[in-house]
């Protein structure tokens, strides 16, 4: 992506008052999006998105397809409480 145009927030590094993080995760690769609309395997570099809203505009203005919203209940690892939902 050539713009500097940045989607969400990076995740704190320790725990916050959120009981959850919202991310974008590709259906395919299993990627998360970064604040920078690049792909990471880390969960610890993906954008969050305080609400579905604003992640919904970011999968819009970048065009992505095959994504799903992931709730993240650990904001530095994935687990089985973990679950998504289908953005496109």
Request: charged share 20%; no cysteine.
């Amino acid at each position: 992506m050539s713009q500097s145009t940045e989607f969400g927030s990076p995740l704190p590094r320790q725990a916050s008052d959120s009981p959850m993080f919202k991310l974008i995760r590709s259906k395919v690769t299993r990627l998360f999006l970064t604040k920078h609309g690049l792909w990471t395997a880390q969960v610890q570099d993906a954008a969050h998105f305080p609400d579905d809203s604003m992640a919904q505009t970011a999968v819009h203005k970048l065009h992505l397809r095959k994504v799903e919203l992931y709730y993240l209940f650990d904001h530095l690892t994935t687990s089985e409480y973990d679950f998504t939902i289908s953005l496109g």
